[in-house]
């Protein structure tokens, strides 16, 4: 946190450089966040930039009373969820089958090439699947599992009790499972 409260004192006093140190600290966590819930398009580009300027604008109220990636999220998922509510788009419904981007698994350099291409492969499909999941699955899917956050924080940003976050991760899980096995041979797993 003495990394964070230093960035946000800078930023307070007037350092745009300190906000751009914050944007390219936190730009792949609200891509996370916004991306999963956001249909494909240029609104999610338009929502990630939303959560910027929210971020900048209540900048003085932020206590440190959690993480400042949490205090991000939360302010990214809040939006978002503004965003879907003002579009009428749906937040527990499968969403469809949308590419999005994603990094790569990047392989082992000395693993066996095609082990290699296997492991991308499978990761190619799973993300594929975790993109079908409805918007609140896939987000605390890939907070927990990408952005590797605790299902205390994952609690805090989604304004959940801590077993609502285990159930609904238990439950995107098991749906994901489900939808794998039924499109894939175990083997091509």
């Known amino acids: 946190m003495a990394d ?7 930023i307070l006093a ?27 398009g240029p609104d999610q580009e338009d929502v990630s930039q939303e959560v910027f300027v929210k971020v900048y604008q209540n900048l003085t109220r932020f206590r440190f ?21 003002k579009k009428k788009l749906p937040l527990y419904d499968d969403l469809g089958d949308e590419d999005h981007q994603f990094e790569p698994i990047a392989p082992d350099q000395e693993a066996r090439p095609d082990l290699s291409f296997e492991a991308v492969q499978t990761g190619s499909i799973i993300q594929k699947e975790i993109e079908r999941l409805p918007a609140v699955y896939k987000t ?16 805090g940003i989604m304004k959940m009790p801590e077993g609502t976050v285990k159930s609904y991760l238990f439950r995107s899980r098991k749906m994901l499972k489900e939808r794998l096995l039924k499109k894939y041979q175990r083997e091509e797993l």
Not at 19 to 25: E, G, M, N, S, Y
């Open 14 to 40: 007037g350092d745009k450089n300190s906000f751009r140190t914050l944007i390219k600290q936190y730009q792949r966590l609200v891509s996370h966040v916004v991306f999963r819930m956001i249909p494909a």
């Open 4 to 10: 964070s409260s230093k960035l946000v004192e800078q």
């Open 65 to 85: 009373d959690s993480k400042l990636s949490t205090w991000i999220a939360r302010i990214a998922y809040n939006t978002s969820l503004n965003f879907l509510d």
């Open 140 to 155: 605390m899917v890939t907070l927990y599992h990408l952005d590797q956050m605790s299902y205390a924080e994952i609690a």
